[in-house]
């Protein structure tokens, strides 16, 4: 009797199950279990080796650590017995990639490799890469002209291809040694299926993929250097899979240790940001999601390909299928508030709120609310890990102007969360300005949930009513709809986006006042941001080449 | 018989008095004591009247007290004998003025203005004159060019001008009843001697007085305000007394109230920043002399008077008779460094500081010191309080930029220290770009003589030698200097500029490697600087203004 769909849901630091219950459309029961190494910075443990600056690894067996814990757990807690499963779905991180053998053991797992750290996953935000992406940008600038406007104009340091020649330049052991290198939700797909596949959201997203193209031309890798010759064949083969589709079935071996019954249909892996579109019960054109936590993820769907300037990509049924998705996004936004906690919280406050026993970040928004927008007489602009859109631009810093010796920390914290709400307006009117419309704005993720001082700001500062769901659990429940759909137990995402319950929704209407100010406000962000990030002088990235040769 | 010279010393908050050995030129005694009510802002004590933003007054009955405990203090320290002294010379913070009746009695001692705010002394830095000030520079600069010139531009909200305008249009009846606004030196040399007179120093810096032309035309005032009309005459009568010279003679009721022998001539009051310069040993031209604390403040001597535009005057005899006597300032230095503490010491840092039982300040310098010029990527421009030079605009703030979610506490402090030191060496450049010269640097003040850190970035930013004076009694010395050439037992002030002994000095050479990374710096230093206060978009008064809109 089929009777849930299972999500799994891998996110930076910790895995996720739910099973959602396909008559009610309601989340039955979840597990969550953090990555034993959590990110691997600094040291590898394996060796004590210091790791240099931007690297970012994981060690794959946490994965399958956590695989193993929660879904005996979400059974458990459900209740469910192991027939009553109807489909897998999985989500992970995207970019998020690792070197492999010929049977799917991780080059890491190996004695000869256990030292080496290029033979580890390297997580999305290993930044270590900046030169391949570069290089990549430019000759595909020349080259390849149509592939770079589905990218938004370049290439990133954090997707699968600079890494991949990364490891290349300095490890050659570990290229010659792997025998596909692949995304990290891929290879716990293959875990469970036995059969190596490639979901194509990913590799739409972050591998150069393309439906109708394929990868870009083995002449563009040689060009690249020499040594990358044959590399589409020797280590990125397998099928690219079709979201939403089977990528295979449950293998008896994972079958048995996860307490399921062999053959249930398992979907091709997902990014995480993107099933929450259907998670959010959305699953047609004309609706922005945001998904809202450590940085900001917006997605759009739309019937036509536009090329628009500085979103991270825009990949043909990546998401929904019949629909080109589109993604921009903010890469600091809860990491910009808990770097102001961290850094720059006063003595008094922290105290204040330790006497209280309530966050140090409600201690700040509880002052920061008394304030007027434009009250204190400062902007910021929040490229405190540099620019993902619409700059794209990694080497962009943070800027705080309009100081005093009156100025306060509520009212610089106050400052940085306007920040990011100036730079989510400016990716909304980069769309508009491009093609891709939309009426309506959801958010979702842990800051729509729990953060309504935040949202009212983001509704003030972009005059548009913004639906807030307070469900945490959307982008898991996403995952098991693409279960569901590959399953063949729902039709569609359409029909899986409206069977879906997700929950309790505020609304945050724009406050007609503050808008006024806000747009004020605006007009001198966007002046800063193309002062200081497109046609002015490039004060930020002397300033970083002085840094680096000062680091000397 | 004459040994001794009395110094009388009156700073922001508190007042000293020194007596200078005439034989050794060494200090045989220091007395000090702070103004009872310190500075009044946020309310007055009176009526319990909200003060509004950018008021700062003072109680002249505090100076008065501070004066009858620290002469006799002083005395009885040194033992010396009511007759031994030879002179008495005073300075004062300058701009810092009041309304008086015929016979010096403060209006605010008048139970019937004892409640009227603008019955007390304006502090330097009561800053709410600005709109009297803005249009007395726009009057000026048609009428009077020649006198702009000397005021590096533009005239400055701190002056007595815009205060007694400002005092005319918020209170007449204080204008009514008053018979002279004067500097609170002036009146405290008045309270010595029994006769009213202005001493050139600060009537020549701060009431737009020169030795050839005087005040400015009768008609410049009419033409602002026609109740200004015979303001010369009415409230600014009184002879201008040059610096050096006598005011006066200690009055009877004087020499009883503080101890001393009746007779004792008082030299004119000075500006309390100039007399360091013979205090600190120099009296003719090519040296400057950076006083610095909670701001900082430049002074060159020149044998030829030249326009330097963003100075805060140039006038003629003041400092030492023969010269003219070019000052610059920075009005945030100290004072941004403290905002800092204040306002961001992340409560670990705190914490260590009270464990270790030092200052909070030399927890972070501790931190600082271990990075390298250019390290931390950062770049701040030091506006916190507007600037003074070289662009004379207290509507510009503050700003950093080259934030990253790496930054640290230390090295935004460490940022903040370069950012003054950028700041000194525009006002140097500027000083040399109009023909003032001078080929050494000399540095005195709380900060010199117990910052060493800071020194050496001054060091370093400025590619100069600073000597730095370790003696903190060096304005009052320079007071005492004046009182002993008034009083003709010392023929002039370089022969007074000879004698003083200024103590352990330490020279700070400058690392020529930290050198040429702080070159790079201070170029973008320069180009944020015009950018943002000159020439370039004035994105930091539209905030400012929508500040002032949405604080309605």
């Known amino acids: 009797m089929a009777q849930f769909t299972l999500g799994l849901d891998f996110g930076s630091l910790s895995g996720r199950a739910v099973l959602l219950d396909l008559a009610s459309g309601t989340v039955a029961a979840v597990a969550e279990a953090p990555y034993k190494h959590g990110f691997i910075k600094g040291e590898l443990p394996a060796s004590g080796e210091r790791l240099p600056h931007g690297w970012s690894l994981q060690d794959p067996a946490d994965y399958l650590a956590v695989l193993e814990q929660i879904v005996p757990q979400v059974l458990r807690r459900a209740a469910a017995q192991p027939?009553?499963?109807?489909?897998?779905?999985?989500?992970?991180?995207?970019?998020?990639?690792?070197?492999?053998?010929?049977?799917?053991?991780?080059?890491?797992?190996?004695?000869?490799?256990?030292?080496?750290?290029?033979?580890y996953v390297k997580v999305w935000q290993h930044h270590a890469a900046q030169a391949?992406?570069?290089?990549?940008?430019?000759?595909?600038?020349?080259?390849?002209?149509?592939?770079l406007e589905r990218y938004g104009g370049s290439i990133s340091a954090e997707w699968l291809m600079p890494k991949l020649w990364q490891t290349l330049k300095e490890a050659p052991a570990v290229y010659e040694a792997m025998d596909h290198y692949l995304e990290a939700g891929d290879?716990?797909?293959?875990?469970?299926?036995?059969?190596?596949?490639?979901?194509s959201c990913a590799a739409g997203y972050k591998a150069l993929w393309n439906k109708q193209a394929g990868y870009p031309p083995a002449s563009y890798f040689t060009g690249l250097d020499s040594r990358l010759a044959g590399v589409l064949d020797k280590k990125l083969a397998g099928p690219v899979c079709p979201s939403a589709s089977r990528a295979g079935r449950l293998s008896r071996q994972a079958a048995a240790r996860l307490g399921l019954k062999e053959g249930i249909p398992v979907a091709a892996a997902m990014v995480d940001a993107h099933v929450a579109v259907p998670g959010a019960g959305i699953s047609g054109a004309g609706q922005m999601l945001i998904i809202m936590g450590t940085s900001n993820c917006h997605l759009v769907l739309a019937e036509e390909e536009a090329s628009v300037p500085g979103i991270c990509g825009v990949v043909e049924d990546a998401v929904v299928p019949g629909y080109f998705a589109y993604e921009a996004g903010q890469n600091c936004v809860g990491d910009l508030f808990d770097w102001f906690i961290r850094n720059l919280l006063p003595a008094g406050l922290k105290e204040q709120a330790r006497r209280e026993n309530v966050s140090e970040h409600l201690i700040l928004r509880r002052l920061a609310r008394e304030l007027k927008p434009g009250q204190s007489g400062l902007l910021a602009l929040d490229w405190w890990n540099g620019n993902r859109s619409i700059l794209n631009d990694a080497d962009l810093s943070g800027l705080i102007l309009g100081l005093t010796t009156s100025s306060t920390a509520a009212e610089?914290?106050?400052?940085?969360?306007?920040?990011t709400a100036f730079g989510t307006k400016k990716i909304m009117e980069n769309f508009l300005d491009h093609g891709v419309g939309f009426d309506s704005v959801t958010a979702c993720g842990g800051i729509a949930a729990k953060d309504p001082f935040l949202l009212q700001i983001y509704a003030d500062v972009t005059g548009r009513p913004i639906r807030a769901l307070q469900n945490s659990q959307l982008v898991a429940t996403g995952a098991a709809l693409y279960g569901a759909v590959a399953a063949g137990v729902l039709p569609d995402l359409t029909a899986a986006s409206q069977l879906v319950q997700t929950g309790e929704a505020v609304l945050y209407?724009?406050?007609t006042a503050n808008s006024l100010i806000y747009d004020k406000l605006y007009a001198e962000y966007c002046l800063l941001h193309d002062l200081l990030g497109k046609e002015g002088p490039a004060v930020m990235k002397r300033l970083l080449a002085i840094r680096q040769e000062s680091s000397l």
């Not at 391949?132 to 592939?147: N, V």
């Not at 290879?187 to 979901?199: A, D, E, I, Y």
């Not at 610089?412 to 920040?419: C, D, G, N, V």
Request: with cysteine; proline share 6%.
């Open 187 to 199: 290879w716990l797909v293959w875990q469970l299926t036995g059969q190596l596949t490639r979901g």
């Open 509 to 511: 209407q724009p406050d």
């Open 412 to 419: 610089i914290y106050r400052a940085l969360l306007e920040a």
């Open 83 to 119: 027939g009553s499963i109807a489909g897998i779905g999985l989500d992970f991180t995207a970019a998020t990639v690792l070197p492999v053998q010929k049977d799917g053991t991780p080059l890491c797992f190996l004695p000869g490799f256990r030292q080496e750290k290029h033979a």
């Open 132 to 147: 391949e992406a570069l290089a990549m940008t430019r000759a595909a600038r020349q080259e390849l002209p149509g592939l």
